[in-house]
């Protein structure tokens, strides 16, 4: 008897600079919370992605304490 094992992919999302900045905009503090809990509880279900369009966009951030942690979070 031959067992296959099919593993389910994950859908494959793309997060743009947008999302990122979200996820660090302490000025909307909604908007933060929104998707800090969807990185918490649903974004393990996803495998993510960034562009090289918006990782050159994070590395030409001019403040260097926000763009390392968004460097960090990619």
């Not at 933060?32 to 509880?41: D, R």
């Amino acid at each position: 008897m031959i067992k296959l094992s099919m593993a389910k992919k994950k859908i494959k999302i793309y997060l743009y600079t947008s999302i990122i900045s979200a996820y660090f905009d302490t000025t909307k503090v909604i908007r933060q919370l929104i998707t800090a809990k969807w990185f918490e509880f649903e974004s393990s279900k996803y495998q993510l992605n960034s562009s090289v369009v918006a990782i050159q966009e994070i590395r030409n951030h001019l403040n260097v304490e926000e763009r390392e942690k968004k460097e960090q979070f990619i």
